[in-house]
């Protein structure tokens, strides 16, 4: 009689949201504003002003489209939620029309979101866990029919 077998710890989707280039050219003009406050005390202090405010400004950008989704053993990761695939319904592949009604009037306050304004598409799965109050998980993904078909693929393995 064969085993069944434990969930893959090899990720079945893996999808990081990072940030726009355009989002890294704003950085490079924060640097130089810092730069030109910092110009009338001399040349150390101006460099020193467009390093410190360049830094920042890309701290900020990193850490905003450091967000991370992946389907790993058993689990949907989604930031810092881990949510076993038993727990969740059929996941729904939302358009950019969709996906904006969903952020906005149809949203639920006690859903999971992991958004980001610069992704179009998204995904909604319904949590099926009568103990858990969250109604569903939406996340913004560039490739939301493949996060679909790995949950879909994840869930089957479990089963």
């Known amino acids: 009689m064969q085993q069944p077998s434990a969930p893959s710890t090899v990720p079945r989707f893996d999808e990081r949201l990072t940030a726009p280039r355009s989002w890294?050219?704003?950085?490079?003009?924060?640097?130089?504003?810092?730069?030109?406050?910092?110009?009338?005390?001399g040349t150390v202090?101006?460099?020193?002003?467009?390093?410190?405010?360049?830094?920042?400004?890309?701290?900020?950008?990193?850490?905003?489209?450091?967000?991370r989704i992946r389907v790993v053993a058993g689990s949907l990761v989604a930031g810092d939620a881990r949510i076993p695939v038993s727990a969740l319904g059929a996941p729904e592949v939302l358009d950019a029309e969709e996906a904006r009604a969903w952020r906005t009037y149809k949203a639920d306050p006690?859903?999971?979101?992991?958004?980001?304004?610069?992704?179009?598409t998204a995904l909604r799965v319904e949590v099926?866990?009568?103990?858990?109050?969250t109604p569903y998980v939406y996340l913004s993904s560039r490739d939301p029919k493949a996060l679909a078909k790995a949950l879909e693929a994840a869930r089957s393995e479990v089963s």
């Open 24 to 41: 890294w050219v704003i950085v490079a003009l924060l640097g130089l504003s810092g730069g030109l406050i910092m110009f009338p005390l």
């Open 45 to 67: 202090p101006t460099l020193g002003g467009v390093i410190a405010a360049a830094a920042l400004a890309a701290a900020a950008v990193s850490s905003y489209g450091s967000a």
């Open 110 to 120: 006690r859903a999971f979101m992991l958004m980001r304004s610069y992704v179009a």
């Open 128 to 133: 099926t866990d009568p103990a858990d109050p």
